[in-house]
């Protein structure tokens, strides 16, 4: 639409279906890099894709052409697609359904990038569990225990 101006920072969280620890690193660099493809496909820009052994983390900058819905299932189910191709792990690979949508200001996305590419670090002393609530805290959401991630401990 002519004389429209956005600038919309948004990270996004899911997880491996029933929270396995799949996401092996013969593989992780590459499924990160094929979803930073799918996002440019999309008319996205990637600012940063990365994740843990059961968890991925996708910052981009969202042209509001699609919805965040829209280009989460499509993020998820062409990377999902993309792993079970490839057999990158034994059985059907699956991401848990729903994900985590949270948006930043442009002097935030510096911070948001380094946090997200500082992943294996940061989950050396935190779980996947204890981020995501947390960040659930930080933005205020309400959220019922019944419908977030499956966490095992």
């Known amino acids: 639409m002519a004389n429209t101006y956005t600038q919309l920072n948004v990270q996004t969280v899911f997880a491996v279906k029933g929270r396995n620890n799949i996401l092996s690193l013969n593989f992780r660099k590459e499924l990160f890099k094929y979803i930073s493809g799918i ?5 996205q ?4 894709v990365n994740g843990h052994k059961d968890h991925v983390h996708v910052f981009f900058e969202m042209n ?3 919805s ?6 499509k993020v998820k189910a062409n990377s999902s697609k ?5 057999r990158f792990v034994q059985g059907k690979f699956e991401w848990q359904r729903g994900y985590g949508g949270f948006t930043y200001s442009r002097s935030q996305r510096n911070d948001v990038i380094q946090y997200i590419m500082n992943q294996e670090k940061h989950h ?8 995501y609530l947390e ?5 205020e959401i309400e959220y019922d225990e019944r419908y977030i991630f499956e966490f095992y401990e």
């Not at 996002?39 to 008319?43: A, D, R, S, T």
């Not at 965040?68 to 299932?73: C, G, H, K, T, V």
């Not at 960040?135 to 933005?139: I, V, Y």
């Open 64 to 66: 509001p052409i699609s």
């Open 45 to 48: 820009f990637p600012l940063a």
């Open 82 to 86: 993309w792993i079970n191709e490839n």
């Open 135 to 139: 960040m659930l805290k930080k933005f």
């Open 124 to 131: 050396g002393s935190k779980s996947f569990k204890e981020e």
């Open 68 to 73: 965040l819905s829209d280009i989460m299932e």
């Open 39 to 43: 996002l440019k496909g999309l008319g």
